[in-house]
């Protein structure tokens, strides 16, 4: 009887456990511009557990890669960033993000145009929706141009097709992402790294 009770007072501290660990991800959408080169600038964020490529902020169900560059949907390209909020913020998040991309660029982002590459923070509920109206408002006295980023209600984020997945990791000699992610990244990398010191 006594390694029964043994037994289930350790699933249930195990239970527990995994609860706690499962409570301590949120998620964060987002896009600016190709999400190759957001998620690579987000990857490098300690406290990002996880970050996907897809799309949202169109109508049409299931969207492909040709269709939102066909401007068929009206879906962005986007990250969704997993996040233990216990290492960083959601405040940090989004103040990151005006460091990744050019917010005030209209109709895309550095020599990708089109609406697919827009700025776009999508919240999933009012805490996300203030945290990001906060954040914008700050980073506008900041930049000289008028901050063009939209900020909506997340309806649903699709995942784009695995070849997008980690494409800078896995692609790190591919041109656009030596000539213009990698020196993006450098970039972060150092601002990270002197916020540490």
């Keep these: 009887m006594k390694s029964l009770h043994l037994l289930v007072g350790t699933l249930a501290a195990f239970s527990a456990t995994m609860n706690a660990a499962e409570s301590k991800t949120e998620s964060l959408v987002l896009g600016g511009g190709c999400f190759w080169c ?58 990151y ?40 408002d700050a980073a506008a006295k900041v930049f000289r141009d008028p901050i063009t980023t939209e900020i909506v209600p997340l309806e649903k984020f699709w995942v784009a097709e695995k070849y997008h997945q980690d494409y800078f990791r896995l692609n790190p000699h591919a041109g656009y992402c030596a000539y213009v992610i990698a020196p993006k990244v450098k970039k972060l990398e150092k601002e990270i790294a002197a916020e540490k010191k």
């Design 38 to 95: 957001t998620e690579a600038a987000y990857e490098i964020l300690p406290g990002v557990k996880d970050v996907v490529s897809g799309y949202a902020g169109g109508k049409e169900a299931n969207p492909t890669y040709e269709q939102i560059c066909a401007h068929a949907t009206g879906h962005a390209e986007v990250i969704k960033i997993d996040f233990d909020p216990e290492k960083i913020s959601l405040e940090k998040l989004v103040d």
């Design 97 to 136: 993000f005006w460091h990744v991309h050019n917010p005030t660029q209209v109709g895309g982002q550095g020599n990708d145009h089109g609406p697919q590459y827009r700025s776009i923070i999508l919240y999933a509920n009012a805490a996300q929706k203030a945290v990001a109206e906060k954040s914008r």
